[in-house]
């Protein structure tokens, strides 16, 4: 019932821009702290950013100051605005939420950055 579903992933040029959505479905999502993790091939799944209910955010050390999480309550939908991109850069783009206890993942978008 609870659905998210990443967008915006692609191929980019390093040192450009990116902004990924994650639109969410079956839940209150005013409700829920959201965050977008990461997993390049042969990694684990890491954690980028985190915003709380009242707006506050976390990064991960190695995008701070390059990528800003947002999100806009009444379009249920969390953002990930990725600037200055660097090819370690590059993995499948997750957002979550945790309800309770269970955890619940989008398909995830692709963000693919050269050179």
């Known amino acids: 019932q609870v659905q998210l579903v990443e967008s915006g992933g692609g191929l980019v040029q390093a040192g450009r821009s990116l902004r990924l959505s994650c639109a969410a479905s079956?839940?209150?999502?005013?409700?829920?702290?959201w965050h977008w993790y990461r997993q390049a091939p042969g990694k684990q799944r890491e954690l980028v950013a985190a915003?709380?209910?009242?707006?506050?955010?976390n990064y991960a050390d190695s995008v701070m100051g390059r990528f800003t999480i947002s999100r806009d309550n009444a379009k249920d939908t969390v953002y990930l605005q990725m600037a200055s991109l660097k090819p370690e850069d590059t993995a499948v783009y997750y957002c979550?939420?945790?309800?309770?206890?269970?955890?619940?993942w989008g398909q995830g978008t692709q963000v693919t950055v050269s050179s």
């Open positions: 979550n939420t945790r309800k309770w206890t269970l955890n619940y």
């Open positions: 079956g839940i209150i999502f005013s409700a829920y702290a």
């Open positions: 915003i709380t209910t009242g707006g506050g955010t």
